[in-house]
């Protein structure tokens, strides 16, 4: 790996004060070495609906400011929530708006891991599962390493304190994924 340091974007499906994918987010912070820069997203909440009459020289500014985040992050990871045994609708409404224009998307190509967080012990994964396909149907490099986070409020701590080993382990594993996957985009010669 170059010194060079990894942006990533965190992205949290739930604007919650309380989330505890928020804080499986915030947790990366003491998870992640030196090389790496985590910035969470912060203006799910500020998207519009997703609408095609808001494309091209209407785009809203929020809109446009996710696409720069986006394409400025070497990679992006997202923790959703799950309602009612999918991803919940201010999630799917940001990757709607991150997939235009139909193939140029800022998440176009972009390395991408999900995870998952849930006071149930599945963990949000019928949730992660289906982030993972609507990233693939656009066109974004989802790597392999998942991870659902069960009986999430023992488990993580608002403001990212470490209080269970192996999520801690497990979210190290994920940016190392995503470590691995910038180097595979990036020519040699960088
Ligand atoms: C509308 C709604 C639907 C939910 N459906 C599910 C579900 O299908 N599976 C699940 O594990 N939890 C479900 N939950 C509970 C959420 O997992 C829980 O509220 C969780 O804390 C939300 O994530 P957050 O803490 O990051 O906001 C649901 C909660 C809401 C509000």
Same mark, same amino acid.
């Given at each position: ?13 739930? =604007?919650? !004060?309380? /989330? ?50 986006? /394409? ?47 006071? !149930? ?27 659902? =986070? ?19 382990? !497990? ?20």
């Amino acid at each position: 790996m170059s010194d060079r340091k990894l942006k990533v974007l965190a992205i949290s499906g739930s =604007v919650r !004060s309380d /989330s505890v994918n928020t804080a499986l987010l915030e947790t990366l912070k003491n998870v992640s070495s030196d090389n790496f820069i985590v910035e969470i997203y912060e203006h799910l909440a500020e998207l519009p609906i997703f609408n095609q009459d808001l494309e091209g020289e209407n785009i809203p500014d929020f809109v446009a400011e996710l696409g720069r985040s986006v /394409s400025e992050a070497d990679a992006v990871l997202i923790s959703t929530p799950e309602y009612n045994g999918a991803i919940p609708g201010g999630l799917k409404n940001l990757l709607d708006w991150g997939s235009r224009p139909w193939g140029k998307g800022a998440f176009s190509g972009k390395p991408v891991a999900v995870i998952g967080a849930s006071p !149930s012990e599945y963990g949000a994964s019928r949730a992660v599962a289906m982030t993972y396909t609507i990233l693939e149907a656009m066109s974004a490099t989802v790597i392999n390493r998942k991870l659902t =986070v069960g009986n999430a409020p023992d488990r993580v701590a608002v403001g990212g304190e470490i209080i269970d080993e192996m999520v801690a382990k !497990s979210l190290s594993d994920v940016l190392e994924g995503l470590e691995i996957a910038v180097e595979n985009l990036t020519p040699v010669s960088q």
